[in-house]
């Protein structure tokens, strides 16, 4: 056992007043504990870190996923360290793909379709004549929105700074990433990528999908960001709530300088 300690922030989701006007501002909220990481059990998860072209490339991405500037940002400025740690200390990496073809003639992504196999197929519904025009409905009026469908024309791809290294495992879907955390006797996933509260959340490979298989989610609060509405925006609020949510739900909250000064980099 690799047995690490490293700053943890975690909610506390107790302690409801009712002597207040408001019960639940009795909870202690936002605490931070020095606790375990076993780096043999551990892999760090680079999901959805994708290159998806100039606004004047991809004009409807940019118009219907705001964040995509922040996610440049910390690819950019955050990832590169991330990363380059994790490889020099031996930690596991692994890059969760998805929107696309990009990564089918990757080696390591065959390697992982092969140690999986085939996924159970899902039974759907077929759906019917009011619901298919909902759908259109949404997918005009709510996202990505009407003019904005045939704008999305690149296609996405690795961000540089996100590329896969030879023999670093890539997964397309939930069955695949829980084949190679058998396989590596993997009991935690620690997340980066975009967005924290959209395709990290639920996409497949997500936490709600891992934490159903058994497996401890958590992120790093500095290198994920998330889909804001027009009211929350100015303030990133749908992160904070959905750096909560993660807390109360699926594991913990950390810092990458944290984690890279305890894994022997520079932090």
């Given at each position: 056992m690799r047995r690490i300690v490293l700053p943890a922030r975690y909610y506390e989701q107790f302690g409801a007043d009712y002597s207040l006007p408001v019960p639940g501002e009795g909870y202690g909220g936002w605490k931070q504990a020095m606790l375990p990481l076993d780096l043999d059990k551990t892999a760090v998860v680079v999901m959805h870190a994708w290159d998806v072209g100039t606004p004047e490339e991809n004009p409807g991405v940019y118009s219907a996923c705001e964040y995509i500037p922040r996610s440049v940002e910390i690819c950019q400025k955050v990832l590169p360290p991330l990363l380059a740690a994790v490889r020099r200390a031996g930690v596991k990496l692994y890059h969760v793909v998805g929107g696309g073809d990009y990564y089918k003639d990757l080696p390591a992504y065959r390697e992982t379709a092969a140690l999986a196999g085939c996924e159970p197929p899902?039974?759907?519904?077929?759906?019917?004549?009011?619901?298919?025009?909902?759908?259109?409905?949404?997918?005009?009026?709510?996202?990505?929105?009407?003019?904005?469908?045939?704008?999305?024309?690149?296609?996405?791809?690795?961000?540089?700074?996100?590329?896969?290294?030879?023999?670093?495992?890539?997964?397309?879907?939930?069955?695949?990433?829980?084949?190679?955390?058998?396989?590596?006797?993997?009991?935690?996933?620690?997340?980066?990528?975009?967005?924290?509260?959209?395709?990290?959340l639920v996409s497949p490979g997500g936490m709600v999908d891992m934490s159903r298989r058994g497996l401890l989610c958590s992120a790093f609060a500095d290198a994920v960001t998330a889909v804001e509405n027009k009211e929350t925006a100015a303030k990133e609020l749908c992160k904070e709530i959905a750096l909560w949510y993660l807390s109360v739900v699926f594991g913990f909250v950390y810092d990458t300088k944290d984690f890279i000064r305890a894994i022997g980099g520079e932090g």
């Open positions: 899902m039974q759907r519904l077929k759906a019917g004549e009011i619901a298919r025009e909902l759908q259109r409905f949404r997918a005009e009026n709510v996202h990505p929105g009407k003019e904005n469908l045939p704008r999305m024309q690149k296609g996405y791809t690795f961000a540089k700074e996100a590329l896969p290294l030879p023999g670093e495992p890539v997964a397309e879907n939930s069955h695949q990433l829980f084949a190679l955390c058998l396989r590596d006797g993997v009991d935690h996933l620690m997340y980066a990528g975009f967005a924290i509260n959209m395709c990290l």
